[in-house]
């Protein structure tokens, strides 16, 4: 009933720059944090970068000044800019919101099914 679909994955050489996108559809009611976690094969997953409603930013240490996260609420959509690509950033990156689904009729954690992002050196 709630669905987050990413986009925007795909091979890039290091330094270069990829843009994610994730939209979130179905039965909501209202989205509160959304954000970007990514894992890497043998790792455990880990927060990218997070935004509020009102666009409040928090990022990993790894990936500031790098990386820029943003929203658009009208469209239910959050974005994730990455320039500058490393090899140390290829991972499956995942889409995650906090959101009230009025079918549900409380507040949820969800994921989407993830895009494969690989810098090559």
């Known amino acids: 009933q709630v669905q987050l679909v990413e986009s925007g994955g795909g091979l890039v050489q290091t330094g270069g720059s990829l843009r994610l996108s994730c939209a979130a559809s179905?039965?909501?009611?209202?989205?509160?944090?959304m954000g970007w976690y990514r894992q890497a094969p043998g790792k455990q997953r880990e927060l990218v970068a997070g935004?509020?409603?009102?666009?409040?930013?928090n990022y990993a240490d790894s990936v500031k000044g790098r990386f820029t996260i943003s929203r658009d609420n009208a469209k239910n959509t959050v974005y994730l800019q990455m320039n500058s690509l490393k090899p140390e950033d290829t991972a499956v990156y995942y889409c995650?919101?906090?959101?009230?689904?009025?079918?549900?009729?409380?507040?949820?954690?969800?994921w989407g099914q993830g895009t494969q992002v690989t810098v090559s050196s």
């Open positions: 935004i509020t409603p009102g666009g409040i930013t």
């Open positions: 179905g039965t909501i009611f209202s989205i509160n944090k």
């Open positions: 995650n919101a906090d959101l009230v689904s009025w079918v549900v009729g409380r507040a949820g954690n969800y």
